[in-house]
């Protein structure tokens, strides 16, 4: 069974520019999660799709991030414009949505914003 | 509100050697806690969970979890440290039996560096 996959696994983009950075998650997952870690900081919640729709997106930053999950499949989240605190590594995560669940992550994509 | 708190943020051990990262959590219901490992160049890897069964949880690659309610901690060791065990382990907690929420709340992260 394949993972959560991440594309790309490097970004490197000039501030202003705009990022998408695309999750597939596992087969038969309805839940996807977006993460990111930003350098010597933590892994934080970004936010939390239930298919197609947007269950929890209270850890988004601001409204420079728009995450689209069309047809509860692959995820998008765009970055425009980009900003040099932006950088760092953004994680997928995938889950089935039982009660006490485990999350799967992809191997996450580096963005570097100069 | 929930958090977790990785004791150190970097561990050296000798190969061979019993390996013992730290983990306190404040959370006001019995929480899920997990352990996750990232290599080098990799992804996050789930070595175990906790779910209100046995305290004592055993993980992938012979690491082990006990859960200790009376100290909020949620260590993670394992016997004999392999120079594969080097990597950033990660303590995290969900609030979902709680909440409802499943948004992950990760610890800082301790980097485990094993000496030949």
């Known amino acids: 069974e394949a993972g959560v996959t991440q594309f790309p696994s490097h970004s490197v983009i000039e501030k202003g520019q705009t990022v998408t950075l695309r999750c597939d998650p596992i087969?038969?997952?309805?839940?996807l999660y977006w993460y990111r870690r930003v350098m010597g900081k933590e892994i934080k919640f970004l936010l939390h799709?239930?298919?197609?729709?947007?269950?929890?997106e209270s850890g988004m930053p601001n409204n420079r991030f728009l995450a689209e999950r069309t047809g509860g499949t692959y995820s998008t989240l765009k970055v425009q414009p980009a900003e040099l605190e932006d950088s760092g590594v953004y994680f997928c995560?995938?889950?089935?949505?039982?009660?006490?669940?485990?999350?799967?992550f992809g191997p996450g994509t580096r963005l570097l914003v100069l | 509100a929930q958090s977790v708190t990785q004791l150190d943020s970097h561990v050296s051990v000798s190969e061979g050697t019993p390996v013992l990262l730290r983990c306190n959590y404040s959370s006001s219901y019995s929480p899920s806690l997990f352990w996750y490992v990232q290599h080098p160049n990799k992804g996050l890897q789930l070595l175990l969970k906790?779910?209100?069964?046995?305290?004592l949880v055993k993980g992938i690659n012979g690491f082990e979890a006990e859960f200790k309610k009376s100290e909020t901690s949620f260590h993670l060791t394992k016997p004999s440290a392999h120079m594969s065990d080097a990597a950033e382990y990660f303590c995290v907690v969900s609030p979902f039996q709680d909440t409802g929420r499943r948004a992950l709340t990760f610890g800082s992260g301790t980097r485990l560096q094993v000496q030949p």
């Open positions: 799709f239930v298919k197609e729709s947007k269950q929890d």
């Open positions: 087969s038969g997952h309805d839940n």
């Open positions: 995560a995938s889950s089935q949505g039982a009660v006490v669940e485990t999350q799967y």
């Open positions: 906790y779910t209100s069964a046995a305290t």
